[in-house]
């Protein structure tokens, strides 16, 4: 038998520094309020579940109809046998809600952003990315045949003189919309007059805006009035949508391209058909609620005033994604416990996932958590702190 000591090793260390990590297991649907394994229920704030349709019974109902009329796996890669009407559906659905001309749908958010960004660009051209990118986006441009170099926010004179820089092919922006561990926003306005100026191409991943802002709920490119501007969007659909998979949106010949050349895409099986019809229905409960997006934004500027009148410091976040920086990572993990015993689950997030020394409760906003929810947790959260 092979030694995998040296892993135990790995994992001890990691358990001293207080980050070693575990799963939980959830026994219900995805809710304001979720029971656990163990058959307790704690109140819920770290989902990604923002407008609270992972268990509306009109997608799960979609998805069964779906899975009725076409099985439950599509049992092939999407160039052979495996693709099917509820894909096809759900990509011009996707493409017309996004205002593109096309759209291509990938198992999951992680390989939409690694078929887009290590097919399009091309040795002699550079990637611009936020520092502070999701890692599905920093694993994918590492892998590019293309330079890459990274710029902050509050920084964009780096963005720029990268841009001006005259012996590349061509240049590419990537950044997140909404940032899923700051709850910040990207300057879209900014990075748009960028990219005219300097003939760059922008790409902009919606995993925290879609769904959740916009008049239409297209996301943060719509509520800027930028969408048309922007080349090429990365819509993952585990969040608001409450399904699976992502979303490249975009030219029909970028499209075609990626069809032809996106290894992500190519080399795997094509998701179950009725994870497709159930984005489909959850796509337009998105369009024709806009209350939900409303009793989101309501609740997350309530939460985060309470916050800051708390004294806590959540960074700058302006969304529905409401950090509260702890610093140590045996302090979150602590907090998060307590917290947990108090009968609300929300984890504790650790490097690598952020920064050293910046561990924190990372605070999602539900759209049907109540006045009750959001009350119990900052005054369960204020007695942690100051016990």
Known sequence: MTDFAYLADELDRLRDGHLLRRCLCVDSPQGPVVRLADGSEKVLFCSNNYLN?????????????AMRDYGFG??????????MRPHCELEQAMADFLGKAAALYLPSGWAANQALLTALPQKGDLVLMDRYDHASIIDAVRACPAEF??????????LEYYLAQGHYRRRFIVTESVFSMDGDSADLELLVDLK????????VDEAHGLGCLG???AGLCQEQGILDHVDLVVAPL????AAGGGIVAGPQVVIDYLINTARPFIFTTAPPPGIAAGAVEALSIIQAEPQRRQRLQDNAAYLR????????DIGQSTTHVIPVLLGASETALAVSSALYEAGYYAAAIRPPTVPPNTARLRISVQADHSRDHL????KALGKVLNS
């Open 53 to 65: 349709l992972a268990g509306d019974r009109r997608i799960v109902e979609a998805a069964c109809r």
């Open 74 to 83: 599509s049992a092939a890669a999407r160039l052979i046998s495996g693709t």
């Open 149 to 158: 170099r990274t710029y902050r926010r509050d920084r964009p004179q780096r």
């Open 196 to 203: 005219r100026r300097y003939g760059a191409i922008l790409i």
């Open 215 to 217: 008049a239409g709920g």
């Open 238 to 241: 585990g969040k608001a949508l």
């Open 305 to 312: 005033e309470q916050l800051t009148g708390m004294g806590l």
């Open 375 to 378: 009350d119990g947790f900052c």
